[in-house]
DNA sequence: AGTTTCAGCGTACAACTGTACGCTTAATTT
DNA sequence: AAATTAAGCGTACAGTTGTACGCTGAAACT
């Protein structure tokens, strides 16, 4: 087999084998790479042919957690176009993703506030795409001022991820309860955001 | 020295060694029984004759932390009486809080998305009383329905929490700024939650 | 065909972990 | 005054960690 393929390969192995570890009782910064080598198959010292770091394959795993995200934006934008609620379509699609993906979001979780700087700022990151691509939305489909659409955008995205956290510890009736509190407070904030502009500009 | 005091200074000790311990880049998680013990200056072994497990050292924090969140709730609303804006107040008071008790904020934070299900239990258990508290003054003052004033509040403690997190990251005058922008969104929730009660009811 | 490259392995070591066990010593009780 | 209690210590041990070092064997290149 090609050399360069196996390469990508027994990355991917060790990708997925932090992935599996990353389940209820087990942080990222807890996780070994003695462990991550064991699960993937390979012997502790053939990690460093593909990673400088166990950091690097933290970023990694970030990364690729938030790719993931982005293109669940892009379903949920898809199915918003032939009509129906934003708002309630958009939360049915986050807590899928998560309770599909559950630890794909709790590294994320974990990571926002979790012990390396560095980290915290990778995920920081990936929420503020989150929060900008709503925040244009809003925007426009609002005909709110910037700063108004981008406070709305981040106090919904905030709501999101911490009911998306509860959602996590739940099982599929509680989730679909919180899901629809989370349409309801979405509301609130789309609401109070709009009459908040009403306000001022009188 | 009587003994029992002696043992309580001890167990004290031990107690503010473990807040010392968890800085900015150290989880309560991640910090070994042997740790605590050498900031504490005992011997390790020493450390059972107060608790049984690191992990009851854990809870004792947790319900330190949250005993500290709940009296400076009472001051915030003390200093209500006088007059002022509530959001304004509290989220000054709070932000006032997490700067001046940083590891104690970052416990709860931590432990709140953390890897064992007992303490996320006990972080959730605490802002229930947060939430709980601010519904019941919701109800009261705002004159909404039980139910709506439940989920004002809670979406409101969401927000504090999440912009609190960002704030711990950030310098004075960030702070300052996450903080304006948070009472705006907490207007955002007062104002749609009421809206949303309005337009129910015709 | 001969040479180079390099993914993966095995061994090794020092550092750190939790905790079992028995001792000391001073406060407390009898 | 004598006996008991118990907070704290020191030693010890087995387990786990990260990673340095040199080797192997097959793929890639010349």
Redesign the interface.
């Known amino acids: 087999m090609n050399r360069q393929q196996q390469k990508l390969q027994t990355r991917q192995k060790i990708v997925d084998a932090a992935f599996t570890l990353l389940d209820?009782?087990?942080?990222f910064?807890?996780i070994s790479l003695r462990e991550v080598a064991r699960e993937a198959g390979i012997a502790p010292t053939s990690f460093y042919r593909h990673f400088a770091d166990i950091n690097e394959l933290g970023l990694t795993l970030v990364d690729e957690s938030g790719l993931a995200l982005r293109q669940l934006m892009r379903k949920a934008r898809q199915r918003i176009q032939k009509g129906g609620s934003v708002i309630a379509i958009s939360v049915h699609t986050f807590m899928e993703f998560i309770t599909k993906n559950r630890n794909v979001f709790r590294l994320l979780?974990?990571e926002?506030?979790?012990?390396?700087?560095e980290f915290?700022a990778a995920v920081?990151r990936e929420i503020q795409y989150f929060t900008e691509e709503l925040s244009d939305y809003v925007e426009s489909h609002l005909q709110l001022p910037a700063d108004i659409a981008h406070?709305?955008a981040?106090?919904m995205v905030?709501?999101v991820?911490?009911?998306g956290?509860?959602a996590l510890?739940s099982d599929p009736t509680a989730v679909e309860t919180i899901a629809n509190?989370l349409i309801?407070?979405l509301?609130?904030?789309?609401?109070?955001?709009f009459?908040?502009h009403q306000r001022d500009k009188s």
Not at 24 to 27: P, Y
């Open positions: 209820e009782n087990k942080s910064t807890a979780l974990r926002h506030t979790g012990t390396s700087a915290r920081m406070m709305q981040e106090a905030r709501l991820f911490s009911a956290a509860d510890d509190r309801i407070q509301r609130f904030i789309q609401l109070g955001a009459s908040y």
